[in-house]
């Protein structure tokens, strides 16, 4: 069952290559100093894309002189790729999460809901990895790309999971392409990140005129 990203440090693949730490005494501290050069790196990208994404910022970000980040990261490539794979594995957790946490005998309408709620939410308020993954993926070099598109695909899974329930169920209109639905629904979500600030309306307010707008226009009327 999915749990809570809370607390949870998520990692590419190390290679023999990666810095480690030098033994378990000082793992917990070398873990910690990790997670706050991710999240400096997070934000950074997330305030000003790839190209504006350095080390000396991210270092000034966490608080740390520029060459301790080689501590932790090989390259400021390696630094990226972690930040982007974080932020979409964590979003696909929240999303699991929520769902895992539904009253049972919810229908597929309320759990596409709540889905609504989960990735708007760690989108919006609750995680900058995820913010930094959807104002810059058209900026990743290939092989960071292609590490995000892989998760990428399993966080789609669980929506095209949820929107062929729907379809089964006969609540979807009939004039939806269900294989590009929930495509064009997750899209609309992800482009408030170029809008939306507390100023425009509360994050309550968004999530549910998302909902809103999925229920009036997704669903079948004889279904709402």
């Known amino acids: 069952m999915p749990g809570s990203s809370r607390g949870r440090v998520y990692a590419v693949q190390v290679t023999s290559d ?12 070398w873990e910690r100093t990790r997670q ?3 999240e400096a790196a997070a934000t950074i990208l997330s305030q000003r894309g790839v190209a504006g994404t350095s080390v000396a910022a991210v270092a000034q970000e966490a608080d740390l002189n520029a060459p301790a980040i080689y501590y932790y990261f090989t390259s400021r490539e390696e630094l990226i ?3 982007v794979v974080s932020g979409t594995v964590r979003l696909r957790d929240r999303l699991e999460f929520a769902l895992a946490q539904a ?12 889905a609504i709620a989960a990735h708007l939410r760690q989108l919006m308020a609750e995680s900058g990895f995820a913010h930094a993954v ?3 993926v058209t900026q990743f070099p290939p092989g960071v790309r292609e590490k995000q598109q892989a998760e990428e695909r399993k966080y789609n899974g669980v929506w095209r999971g949820l929107f062929k329930d ?3 169920a006969g609540v979807l209109r009939e004039e939806l392409d269900v294989k590009t639905a929930h495509l064009l629904l ?8 170029e809008w939306w600030t507390e100023r425009a309306c509360t994050l309550d307010a968004l999530v549910h005129d998302a909902q809103v707008m999925f229920r009036h226009g997704f669903i079948a009327e004889a279904a709402r």
């Open 134 to 136: 959807i104002r810059n």
């Open 166 to 168: 729907a379809e089964a």
């Open 186 to 193: 997750v899209g609309s979500l992800n482009w408030a990140t």
């Open 18 to 29: 990666s810095p480690r730490p030098p033994d378990d005494a000082d793992e917990t501290r």
């Open 36 to 38: 706050r050069i991710l």
């Open 103 to 114: 009253p049972a005998g919810l229908g597929p309408i309320d759990l596409i809901e709540i």
């Open 81 to 83: 790729a972690e930040v």
